[in-house]
């Protein structure tokens, strides 16, 4: 259900989404509580069954009850990643991640493993040009530690008006300063436009599955708690049809 050893990760996980129901929700609270402040590097739980959500439940119980801000919290569920209300509700009470593949969860979690690994280094080495995460205090971050570390685990979060990690400038939107500002060299990353910039054609994409009977939504990182059609500046020599592919994959 949840362990700080990353390379365990994927067995509890896999445990946890299989055989899910209330006595491995009352294990996971239970283990979460023995921890205290001692928080797991990953919590992952699928989102429940029938009118018992016990998923969410021990994500808010992370969350609200034992404060834990650094912990990567993943819903596993089909029904939470294609309704906008469940995946809503889920982000709304302390989700990182919803999804149902599971190989977006193993992408974040080898992410996230490389995150930690070099951010140990950093503190058994004493490296002091490191960056500190002024949301939820964890150190000895690199730059690109950091960037990824700040879309991952604050995503979700309303951060205006406030101090950048990376570069100590006060700044409006934190979300769009870091993705704009302090995109890493080798990380392929579209900056969002600012009022400055000159005058441009933009692509919207309307995407609809008739099997399913839905339109396709974007989650806006920059913005959370936000949804939109997908879409995106047309770039010099693009033309729209290529611009709408590009910005919906």
């Known amino acids: 259900i949840c362990y700080s050893h990353l390379t365990l990760i994927y067995i509890y996980i896999y445990m946890c989404v299989k055989y899910w129901n209330n006595k491995y929700y ?8 023995e921890r205290k402040k001692n928080e797991y590097d990953f919590v992952c739980a699928p989102l429940g069954t029938n009118d018992k959500n016990l998923g969410m439940d021990l994500i808010e119980y992370i969350r609200k009850k034992l404060k834990w801000k650094k912990t990567f919290t993943c819903i596993f569920s089909t029904t ?36 930690l690994l070099e951010r140990n280094l950093n503190k058994e080495k004493k490296i002091k040009n490191t960056c500190t995460c002024q949301w939820c205090n964890m150190t000895s971050l690199s730059q690109t530690g950091y960037w990824h570390h700040h879309s991952m685990a604050h995503g979700r979060e309303q951060i205006f008006n ?25 990380v392929e990353f579209e900056k969002e436009a600012s009022c400055a910039d000159k005058i441009y054609a933009f692509a919207l994409v309307v995407v609809f599955n ?35 592919t590009r910005e919906t994959k």
């Open 26 to 33: 009352q294990l996971g609270k239970k283990k979460c509580k």
């Open 80 to 115: 939470a990643s294609q309704n906008i209300k469940s995946r809503s509700y889920c982000y709304d009470n302390g989700a990182d991640m919803i999804t149902n593949d599971e190989e977006s969860w193993k992408h974040v979690v080898t992410l996230l493993s490389s995150i």
């Open 210 to 244: 008739p099997t399913l009977k839905k339109y396709l939504l974007v989650h806006e990182v920059v913005n959370p708690g936000t949804y939109w059609l997908p879409g995106g500046r047309v770039d010099t020599g693009e033309s729209l049809e290529i611009a709408a």
């Open 162 to 186: 406030t101090n950048c990690g990376m570069c100590n400038k006060v700044v409006n939107n934190l979300h769009v300063h870091i993705q704009n500002k302090h995109i890493p060299l080798g």
